[in-house]
Nanobody, 120 residues
Framework: QVLLAESGGGLVQAGGSLRLSCVVN????????MAWFRQAPGKQRDLVAS???????YYADSVKGRFTISRDNARYTVYLQMNSLKPEDTAVYYC??????????????WGQGTQVTVSS
């Protein structure tokens, strides 16, 4: 059973935009804060943005003002709108729960992620 399914990545020029989507198992989505993470080659996976069930958001300093996280409670989907993309945004993007901003539930297995490549 797939619990997290990311999509929407691709190749884009610097300054461009992409919108990532993550369809989440309903039982997981309904009670958890959800977040987007990214991992560049040779680097650790970092939190990019997070949103609670109530809609409160958090952003890493590197993406503030450029990225917007949102969630559709009817579709069990979390989105990441990425504008003004930079080459340093290149990474595999993953969604998952964020226990630091919601219930301390077990983190589901990571999905496949979606590749975002920003050319200069």
């Amino acid at each position: 059973q797939v619990l997290l399914a990311e999509s929407g990545g691709g190749l884009v020029q610097a300054g461009g935009s992409l919108r990532l989507s993550c369809v989440v198992n309903g039982n997981i989505f309904s009670i958890n804060a959800m977040a987007w993470f990214r991992q560049a080659p040779g680097k650790q996976r970092d939190l990019v943005a997070s949103i609670t069930t109530g809609g409160s958001t958090y952003y890493a300093d590197s993406v503030k003002g450029r990225f917007t996280i949102s969630r559709d409670n009817a579709r069990y989907t979390v989105y990441l709108q990425m504008n003004s993309l930079k080459p340093e945004d290149t990474a595999v993007y993953y969604c998952n729960t964020d226990p630091s901003r919601g219930p301390k539930t077990s983190i589901p297995p990571w999905g496949q992620g979606t590749q975002v490549t920003v050319s200069s």
